[in-house]
């Protein structure tokens, strides 16, 4: 271009920035390897100059392993390919990664020809996840599962290794297709099992700790790496269903006993509740048949309530055994969950561990007094309480109900009886056992008419009587006067 004066305007530092572009876009499609200037750190990476121009170096494309501290190539010279080119915003990327990445998969295919199970190698700490840890066995990563880092039980890998420590690890498998390779580390080590002490014993009480916890028992430490099973129903010598957490925490120390023990097949339960005494062990002296005691309600069946008279002892309450005269469709319709009860104690089974208990029992059955009350033939009053298809549910004294059949309900004048009407009825069948009482108000009137129809028909038989005998009278009588009246012809004659 000109200036005002006709002079040509040129740029020596236009033409290189010019020049440099071109031959990056040749070097991108050559793939030449070209050396740049690390300049500074930018965010997610490094600026490189390269010939004059700023290129992006991601943290990602500075090396095959995980780089965290990128100030390092600050100020050094290293050697890049460029392998993106954003025409647009006129933007470079550049990879140092790239140069050595062919490097590296001969050697990784190298390594894995040798690679053997059960081989040792030295590895390096590479990256740390939560389901185990990746080591660099010189240019092949390899990974160490959580559970292949120790015998014990691990949290976390953290708690095993660090980033760049140097370890040994065995090779467990490997994979030439996917390039997989499976690590172990607590296999270099001998099994906790097998240094176990040998003196210990079904029977025996030992210590340990809570390392893990689910709802249906715990795992007890009693070695790094051996562990025991101490099953919820182990816990406690109630029947009651409940979780593990109700009893321990992680990190408990507790002593158990060992239920079973199996050093082939490393396994070992334990239990807690053997420790303390069995209270089914003296349950007739604590609970014999016809004591009473305080209880509480711990759930419903169909049949009945389960009550816990203590710690370990549970008792059913059968629902017929829960009042004399109320008939229940359902427990719950007579207590809840968590009440307190008296109950008094009506069998015992030890041997399987079974109580029967009833609450009816605590009071003189009341059936007893109304026998003597409302014997048959006796006469009460009584209210309509109920009407069902023409019978009714009766109100009799004492608050005794009983029932009236429908043709038990007719009154004198062919009616019948009403709702809450009061009358008289009799009891024509009483039974204890079913706490079953029929009475009838129509046997009342009617036995009143019967005794008078007996009386009126007892009246017309005494009334036909005196007259046959008043007959009878007068027919003797005048056969005596014919008597007579023959003697005195006689006579005559």
Request: hydrophobic fraction near 40%; charge should be negative.
């Amino acid at each position: 271009m000109e200036d005002k004066t006709g002079q040509l305007v040129v740029s020596h530092k236009i033409a290189r920035t010019h020049r440099a572009w071109q031959r990056v876009n040749e070097i991108l499609v050559s793939g030449e390897i070209i050396t740049g200037f690390v300049k500074c750190r930018t965010k997610g990476g490094l600026i490189v100059d390269v010939f004059g121009l700023e290129a992006f170096l991601p943290g990602s494309q500075i090396d095959v392993k995980p780089i965290r501290d990128y100030d390092q190539f600050v100020g050094k010279n290293m050697e890049f390919k460029v392998v993106k080119i954003n025409h647009e915003f006129k933007n470079v990327v550049v990879s140092h990664k790239a140069l050595i990445e062919a490097e590296i998969e001969e050697q990784k295919k190298q390594i894995m020809s040798g690679l053997e199970k059960g081989q040792v190698l030295e590895g390096t700490v590479k990256n740390i996840t939560s389901y185990g840890v990746f080591i660099d066995l010189g240019g092949v990563d390899g990974l160490i599962h959580i559970t292949d880092l120790s015998w014990g039980r691990v949290n976390h890998p953290e708690e095993i290794v660090t980033l760049d420590e140097k370890i040994n690890v065995v090779i467990l498998d490997f994979d030439d297709n996917k390039k997989r390779i499976a690590l172990g580390l607590k296999q270099l080590s001998e099994h906790p099992w097998e240094n176990l002490d040998a003196n210990i014993n079904v029977g025996d009480t030992i210590k340990g700790k809570v390392v893990v916890l689910a709802d249906y028992g715990a795992f007890i430490e009693i070695a790094p790496g051996v562990e025991g099973l101490v099953h919820v129903s182990e816990m406690s010598w109630s029947q009651h269903l409940r979780t593990a957490n109700d009893f321990l925490k992680v990190g408990d120390e507790v002593e158990s006993v060992v239920i079973t023990l199996d050093r082939d097949e490393r396994k070992m339960s334990l239990g807690i509740k053997q420790l303390m005494p069995d209270p089914w062990a003296d349950i007739e002296t604590k609970y014999p048949v016809g004591s009473k005691h305080s209880s509480k309600v711990r759930n419903f069946t169909n049949f009945g309530v389960f009550v816990e008279v203590e710690e370990g002892i549970d008792g059913l309450i059968h629902i017929s055994d829960l009042s004399w005269e109320k008939k229940f469709k359902h427990p719950s319709e007579f207590c809840a969950v968590g009440d307190e009860l008296e109950i008094i104690v009506l069998e015992l089974d030890k041997e399987n561990r079974r109580l029967s208990l009833g609450y009816k029992q605590l009071e003189e059955n009341p059936w007893d007094v109304y026998e003597t009350l409302f014997e048959l033939g006796s006469e009460h009053d009584g209210t309509v309480a109920k009407l069902k298809d023409k019978a009714g549910i009766i109100s009799l004294p004492y608050g005794v109900e009983s029932y009236c059949p429908a043709k038990h309900m007719k009154k004198e004048d062919g009616a019948d009886l009403a709702i809450d009407e009061k009358a008289k009825f009799k009891v024509i069948e009483f039974n204890k056992d079913s706490k079953k009482i029929l009475v009838s108000h129509t046997q009342v009137w009617g036995q009143v008419e019967e005794k008078k129809a007996k009386a009126k028909s007892s009246s017309t038989s005494r009334a036909v009587k005196n007259l046959n005998s008043a007959s009878e009278k007068t027919t003797l009588g005048d056969l005596g006067a014919l008597a007579e009246l023959k003697k005195e012809m006689d006579k005559k004659k």
